[in-house]
């Protein structure tokens, strides 16, 4: 019955280790393309800088000497990248959950160059005198119009931050919407929590299903990790040639990362609830074992 008992918490840890393993896939790519981590992802990579300076290759803006400096500085500003953040976001929710698409305005751009600018002298790490403002000014919204078209058709090519991430965009945005739909999620929460239910059962005489279950979440935890250890070492190999796959990975990490943190702590909770369910039947033995004694004398 024993032998019974241990081929049947393997054969459900499989299953768990299997649901565990999808759930964790499901959060993870919901987290990297959450707004949070696309911001973080922006100010790491310095991918605003880069695409612009990829969109002003011929343009009369310097990105060298004293306006250059300057023009990097306003890039750099929370202004500029809530900015691209807000269209990156939008760009992903466009071709990830299939949201309306709007493209960079001109003077949306300038709007937000401007606001980058009055930062950049409030913070007072450079001084950007009225002159030098309205020069780069003019010259911004002189390129205005080609950076904008710059700027998006580099998103178009991307395909959302990666060339390469969708090759057919109406299936792709169909079958990553149901992934990462509230039902989704639910439902692998749910597959989870009933194996594990199973598998505290079969094994509760002992309570060893708790720790069962407390290994098999820990082991789908250090996948996870050793898959963001994965991303960190290509994001070192590549850190030097696309912001967009850079930017990618670095998304990717985080979502990798927010996963394995929270499958470590139910890994803990695992752990604690054996612990407190043993303290619980061995109060409850000695009790029993006290009773009689007790009568007798």
Same mark, same amino acid.
């Given at each position: 019955?024993?032998?019974?008992?241990?081929?049947?918490?393997?054969?459900?840890?499989?299953?768990?280790?299997?649901?565990?393993?999808?759930?964790?896939?499901?959060?993870?790519?919901?987290?990297?393309?959450?707004?949070?981590?696309?911001?973080?992802?922006?100010?790491?990579?310095?991918?605003?800088?880069?695409?612009?300076?990829?969109?002003?290759?011929?343009?009369?803006?310097?990105?060298?000497?004293?306006?250059?400096?300057?023009?990097?500085?306003?890039?750099?500003?929370?202004?500029?990248?809530?900015?691209?953040?807000?269209?990156?976001?939008?760009?992903?929710?466009?071709? /990830?959950?299939? =949201?309306?698409?709007?493209?960079? *305005? &001109?003077?949306?751009?300038?709007? #937000?160059?401007?606001?980058?600018? !009055? +930062?950049?002298?409030?913070?007072?790490?450079?001084?950007?005198?009225?002159?030098?403002?309205?020069?780069?000014?003019?010259?911004?919204?002189?390129?205005?119009?080609?950076?904008?078209?710059?700027?998006?058709?580099?998103?178009?090519?991307?395909?959302?931050?990666?060339?390469?991430?969708?090759?057919?965009?109406?299936?792709?945005?169909?079958?990553?919407?149901?992934?990462?739909?509230?039902?989704?999620?639910?439902?692998?929460?749910?597959?989870?929590?009933?194996?594990?239910?199973?598998?505290?059962?079969?094994?509760?005489?002992?309570?060893?299903?708790?720790?069962?279950?407390?290994?098999?979440?820990?082991?789908?935890?250090? /996948?996870?990790? =050793?898959?963001?250890?994965?991303? *960190? &070492?290509?994001?070192?190999?590549? #850190?030097?040639?696309?912001?967009? !796959? +850079?930017?990618?990975?670095?998304?990717?990490?985080?979502?990798?990362?927010?996963?394995?943190?929270?499958?470590?702590?139910?890994?803990?909770?695992?752990?604690?609830?054996?612990?407190?369910?043993?303290?619980?039947?061995?109060?409850?033995?000695?009790?029993?074992?006290?009773?009689?004694?007790?009568?007798?004398?």
């Amino acid at each position: 019955m024993k032998a019974l008992k241990i081929a049947a918490a393997v054969i459900l840890s499989v299953v768990l280790l299997t649901a565990e393993c999808i759930a964790m896939g499901l959060f993870s790519v919901d987290r990297a393309f959450d707004r949070s981590s696309i911001e973080e992802a922006v100010r790491e990579t310095d991918i605003t800088g880069r695409m612009v300076s990829e969109a002003m290759q011929e343009s009369t803006v310097s990105m060298g000497g004293r306006y250059g400096d300057m023009v990097k500085a306003v890039l750099q500003t929370d202004a500029m990248t809530d900015f691209f953040t807000d269209y990156i976001d939008n760009a992903i929710g466009h071709e /990830i959950y299939g =949201g309306e698409y709007a493209e960079v *305005a &001109d003077d949306e751009l300038i709007a #937000a160059f401007n606001k980058g600018i !009055e +930062e950049v002298n409030d913070s007072g790490s450079m001084v950007i005198t009225d002159i030098d403002g309205e020069m780069i000014k003019r010259a911004m919204q002189a390129e205005a119009p080609d950076l904008t078209a710059g700027l998006n058709q580099q998103i178009g090519t991307y395909d959302s931050i990666s060339g390469d991430m969708i090759e057919d965009a109406a299936d792709h945005n169909e079958a990553v919407s149901v992934m990462v739909s509230r039902g989704a999620k639910a439902a692998s929460l749910i597959i989870c929590a009933a194996v594990c239910a199973v598998i505290i059962a079969l094994m509760w005489r002992n309570k060893s299903g708790f720790i069962w279950c407390a290994a098999v979440t820990a082991l789908a935890s250090f /996948i996870f990790c =050793g898959l963001q250890f994965i991303g *960190a &070492d290509l994001f070192m190999d590549i #850190a030097a040639s696309s912001a967009a !796959e +850079e930017m990618m990975l670095s998304m990717a990490s985080k979502g990798l990362a927010s996963v394995s943190i929270a499958g470590l702590a139910v890994t803990v909770f695992f752990i604690i609830a054996f612990i407190i369910f043993k303290i619980k039947d061995r109060r409850n033995h000695n009790e029993k074992n006290t009773a009689p004694s007790e009568r007798t004398a």
